[in-house]
């Protein structure tokens, strides 16, 4: 299997990034109401979202949750490319940027209410993050990870129609693992697992866009002649079911929430 070269993937997709990824509102609307629900918004909280790439939801929380509510948003990603990004869209809004991984975070111990990391998880080392998180987070505190399962991966219009997709990306946890994964953590109350649908319409046109840009980095994981094939093979197969105008499919992630004792 071809090697995963991280920051040259991230850096290239940095400028369109936010052109070929949807962004969804409902996670951040269930993060608002358990934080309501734990009585978490009483005081502006200080929040930091980890591997916030150009910060499309750091920016969406930051919307919902209200400025009013924030002290401070801490944009942490090891990605210059995308966070320069995310600087041109919440520069001077209550947003700081800090160029550093997941796994070893130069915060102070105990200082943050709400750690989020968005569609990055598979990206980290996850003992090393949670280590991170456990520690910088303030006692009652929150950790929200966003991701997709190797099920929801599997079920993916990827998954079904673009050869070898799911096999590939071998980062993402499956369901049960990652439950009990999340159930071991001693300092960590799993306060709620919720798993969202998006159904979504599209055209050939915009989803070969989306593969060629490589929107998904599991596309990195193929050598360039397998990659070719499997464009080639996938526009077959979805032709096979679909009138190109108009496929219609459905994306699925899942919300964890995580409450430091
Ligand atoms: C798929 S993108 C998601 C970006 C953003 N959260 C979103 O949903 O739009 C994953 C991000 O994680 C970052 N990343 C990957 N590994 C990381 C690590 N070990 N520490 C911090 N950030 C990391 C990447 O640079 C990238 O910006």
Redesign the pocket.
């Known amino acids: 299997m071809k090697k995963f070269n991280?920051s040259r993937h991230?850096a290239q997709i940095a400028p369109v990034?936010r052109h070929v990824?949807t962004l969804d509102p409902e996670p951040i609307l269930a993060i608002r109401d358990i934080l309501v629900q734990h009585k978490k918004l009483k005081k502006p909280i200080k929040i930091a979202?980890?591997?916030?790439?150009?910060g499309?939801?750091t920016e969406l929380l930051i919307k919902i949750l209200k400025p009013e509510n924030i002290n401070a948003a801490l944009l942490?990603?090891?990605?210059f490319e995308?966070l320069s990004m995310a600087q041109s869209y919440l520069a001077g809004r209550k947003a700081y940027f800090i160029n550093s991984?997941?796994?070893n975070l130069p915060l102070k111990s105990q200082t943050i209410e709400v750690l989020t990391a968005?569609?990055?998880i598979h990206?980290?080392d996850f003992k090393k993050f949670i280590r991170e998180a456990q520690r910088v987070l303030k006692p009652g505190g929150f950790l929200f990870i966003y991701t997709r399962t190797q099920e929801q991966n599997r079920r993916s219009i990827w998954g079904k129609f673009f050869p070898n997709f799911s096999d590939k990306e071998y980062r993402l946890f499956w369901k049960d693992d990652l439950i009990k994964r999340l159930k071991r953590l001693k300092k960590f109350e799993l306060v709620s697992y919720t798993e969202f649908e998006y159904p979504r319409i599209s055209t050939m046109e915009e989803l070969l866009k989306k593969v060629f840009a490589k929107h998904y980095?599991t596309f990195y994981l193929y050598d360039d002649e397998e990659y070719k094939q499997a464009v080639k093979l996938f526009k077959q197969n979805l032709l096979k079911y679909y009138d190109p105008e108009q496929i219609t499919y459905t994306d699925e992630n899942t919300l964890i929430a995580l409450k430091k004792n």
Do not use: C, K, L, Q
């Open positions: 991280i991230f990034y990824r979202d980890i591997g916030a790439g150009t499309r939801y942490i990603d090891v990605s995308m991984p997941a796994e968005f569609n990055a990206h980290f980095s």
